[in-house]
T-cell receptor, first 112, second 111 residues
Framework: DGGITQSPKYLFRKEGQNVTLSCEQNLNHDAMYWYRQDPGQGLRLIYYSQIVNDFQKGDIAEGYSVSREKKESFPLTVTSAQKNPTAFYLC???????????FGSGTQLSVL | GQQLNQSPQSMFIQEGEDVSMNCTSSSIFNTWLWYKQDPGEGPVLLIALYKAGELTSNGRLTAQFGITRKDSFLNISASIPSDVGIYFCAGRSGSARQLTFGSGTQLTVLP
């Protein structure tokens, strides 16, 4: 079955550490996205990519980095520069930019 | 940027009751989407709307694309316990490359 897979489900970060969240899709979608969700809040766009080897900053890109070396994969690195990283992170993909999104099951990141 | 106002922010209803929620935008949208998110999971697409005035159903759920193209509505009939979750609207204007999301409606169904 086609889908979008995020891993791990839970992740813990120590102070000053970089961590990478994985996102893989086998839907043959061109566009991929990363959102951050804080408790009781909506979705805020971190980064998005419309095509391989290209990506753009969203509304809250500071302290995060991404890469898009393969169509299927769009990993997100939460760097030590992100001072408040505790949140639920959602990866999504769409066939084209701005079309309906399909989401992964999310990664809960917490700081030790 | 574009703004979406979703209301109500939360709802507590009795099992069996009908539910209504809505989203309004500051600009004209050409796509409206409604998602549901269960706790600890990613949002799942419920209904997609692409034309002003369009009314689309998915089981007990019905959504409408407002005539002004600046609003959308979601109705749930005869609510059941598994309807609990957060409902998000999302929309896109003609030139936008990504969706704009509402802040969500937290629905609680009481037995």
């Amino acid at each position: 079955d086609g889908g979008i897979t995020q891993s791990p489900k839970y992740l813990f970060r120590k102070e000053g550490q970089n961590v990478t969240l994985s996102c893989e899709q086998n839907l043959n979608h061109d566009a991929m996205y990363w959102y951050r969700q804080d408790p009781g809040q909506g979705l805020r766009l971190i980064y998005y990519s419309q095509i391989v080897n290209d990506f753009q900053k969203g509304d809250i890109a500071e302290g995060y980095s991404v890469s898009r070396e393969k169509k299927e994969s769009f990993p997100l690195t939460v760097t030590s520069a992100q001072k408040n990283p505790t949140a639920f992170y959602l990866c999504a993909s769409s066939k084209g930019a701005g079309e309906k999104l399909f989401f992964g099951s999310g990664t809960q990141l917490s700081v030790l | 940027g574009q703004q979406l106002n979703q209301s109500p922010q939360s709802m507590f209803i009795q099992e069996g009751e009908d539910v209504s929620m809505n989203c309004t935008s500051s600009s004209i949208f050409n796509t409206w989407l409604w998602y549901k998110q269960d706790p600890g999971e990613g949002p799942v697409l419920l209904i997609a709307l692409y034309k002003a005035g369009e009314l689309t159903s998915n089981g007990r759920l019905t959504a409408q694309f407002g005539i002004t193209r600046k609003d959308s509505f979601l109705n749930i009939s005869a609510s059941i316990p598994s309807d609990v979750g957060i409902y998000f609207c999302a929309g896109r204007s003609g030139s936008a490359r990504q969706l704009t999301f509402g802040s969500g409606t937290q629905l609680t169904v009481l037995p």
